[in-house]
């Protein structure tokens, strides 16, 4: 009779793929990329590298075979700063995104492979595991390259997951050539390609040197977790940039902190989901906004408390803005304050959650200006709807000064009525109280001229008889 496996056990791998032999996860691990890795075109997020960095570096040296590879979910995830619902996302992305470069093959023909990082991620949720399966493709540039002709770069861990993605790959592009302390020349263009930066992204050299060479540089210098200094120089072509030379060396000015003997544990153990919400609630953060939290993220706001925001800004933030927003940001936060970029967790987070510094620069500066557009339809729309009202006094007030030059004032007509006595020729003469009606064409007033030219005077209530 076949049953199902019982649900704390693990489906059995294939014969034919074994289970690697790994060490335990460490930001001090040792990680040994090849030359075609590093020169691969890929792009990952910065979290996707980081989970890619940290599967590559347990595998141990000496591994001869490429099998699958098992880790707990929650040593990634406390290593990583990610929770458990967000590794399932990247890792997902992972499998999914696709990785090129161009090798030779044994028989020294060049190929152009086209491959994915990950063949598969299979989660077990209740041994909160995770079984990798690095592609096939791979294996010549992962497994044993120090005992072959394969030129590699050997990194620390913490190195290449305490940086952005354009910086960790700007860096390691760089320690390629740090016997010699600089990159061949190579055009720009090639470089964008190695970043996996789309032709329509950073398209003026300017935002491209601003927003990933200078800011890759000044993250790698202020780093306490990366050992080398990287520069560049630029070289132009007529009046434009065209190449670049990468430069490295040894820090010289003491940010980098050597290797300690003893790794530092500093993760810290996880609060039961109802004593979670038990201490948020005694930070004034209500228990409705809770109960829809997950457990990952009641231990995120734990953490985030824990690390030095006030829980009144904290409270404050949670009733303005989305968790996800402000998850993205503490963990942008926390990459700052590694690379020793800020002092305060709380008063650089409260600024990064409002102005989202998780948010893509263009994609901000198009919201910022569809949101100027927007101010400035409104301004158009309240002077249309000034004019407006001015227009409207101006018709309303013309109006009045119709309506009250269709009669006569008591005066008026006494004055006319006394010219008539005294025997005044309104015909030959109008004078100045009649002329501004002469061409009036209302019919009341045009009877009384025409009584008056007529040597008569205006009857009494002339005007009220309308």
Known sequence: MNENPPATQPTKAPETVKKMETRELTPYNKVRKSKTIIEAKYFLSQPEMKILNAIFSVIKDNAEEL????????????????????????????????????????????EDV??????????????????????????PYIIGISKRKEPYTEFETRELISTTYYTSRIYELACQYLKCGKRPKMSIDELRSMLGIPADKYKLFAHFKDRVLDTAVQAIRSSKELRYEVGYELFKSGRAYTDIVLTVRKKQNGTYQETPKQPVEVALPAVPKNAAITMLMAQGISEKRLTDCTEEQLQELLRIIRDGMNPV????????????????????????????????????????????????????????????????RALVKKMEEHLAEEK?????????????????????????????????????????MLRPYLDNEHPRIREAIALLMDGKKIPPDFFQQQ
């Not at 086209?114 to 493709?137: D, K, N």
């Not at 993205?328 to 020793?340: L, P």
């Not at 119709?402 to 309104?426: A, P, T, V």
């Open 67 to 110: 099998g699958y590879i098992e880790l707990p979910t929650k040593m990634l995830c406390e290593n990583l700063n990610i929770n458990l619902r967000e590794l399932k996302e990247f890792t997902y992305n992972i499998v999914q995104n696709g990785v090129t470069f161009r090798s030779v093959d044994e028989n020294g023909v060049y």
């Open 114 to 139: 086209q491959t994915t990082w990950l063949s598969s991620a299979v989660y077990y949720p209740t041994l909160g595991r995770v079984r990798f399966r690095i592609s096939e493709e791979l294996k």
């Open 313 to 376: 800004v904290l409270r404050q933030m949670l009733g303005r803005y989305s968790l996800q927003r402000i998850f993205a940001n503490s963990a942008i936060v926390r990459e700052k304050m590694r690379s020793g970029q800020g002092k305060s967790f709380g008063a650089m987070l409260f600024t990064a959650i409002q102005n989202d510094w998780s948010e893509d620069p263009e994609r901000k500066q198009e919201r910022r200006k569809e949101e100027k557009k927007q101010k400035d």
């Open 392 to 432: 409207h006094k101006e018709t309303e007030a013309a109006k009045r000064n119709r309506e009250e030059k269709n009669s006569m004032s008591d005066f008026e007509i006494r004055f006319l009525n006394g010219k008539i006595e005294q025997g005044h020729d309104f015909k030959k003469e109008p004078g100045m």
